[in-house]
């Protein structure tokens, strides 16, 4: 059985930083692309950012870039978010994902397994 556990929210102030992990079992982290999403309050999940099989490629959202990076340590099958200058609007759920390594990952049908997210809320 597959399970992704996120870990690491919080309450911070802005321009705060904050990591997130995601803990994986049940599946290896080296065979698939990984990626972080987001749901805001009253709206719809985001693509926050991805990073590939092997940990060597990332992709991050214009909103993000630039304040957030990814990693990932495909021994421990644990992904990391670590985001930095914090913003108002970055407070949300924040969601792991793991998908095959060919997908699309702005596409949020093609992860097959999902974590059940932490809150991270940032206070202006």
């Known amino acids: 059985q597959v399970q992704l556990v996120e870990t690491g929210g919080g309450l911070v102030q802005a321009g705060d930083s904050l990591r997130l992990s995601c803990a994986g079992s049940?599946?290896?982290?080296?065979?698939?692309?990984m990626g972080w999403w987001r749901q805001p309050p009253g709206k719809d999940r985001e693509f926050v950012g991805a990073i590939s099989a092997d940990g060597g490629t990332t992709y991050f959202a214009p909103s993000v870039k630039g304040r957030f990076t990814m990693s990932k340590d495909n021994a421990k099958n644990t992904l990391y978010l670590q985001m930095s200058s914090l913003k108002s609007e970055d407070t949300a759920v924040y969601f792991c994902?793991?998908?095959?390594?060919?997908?699309?990952?702005?596409?949020?049908?093609?992860?097959?397994?999902w974590g059940q997210g932490t809150q991270v809320t940032v206070s202006s």
């Open positions: 994902a793991a998908g095959p390594p060919t997908i699309v990952v702005l596409n949020a049908r093609e992860y097959e397994y």
């Open positions: 049940g599946l290896s982290f080296s065979a698939y692309a």
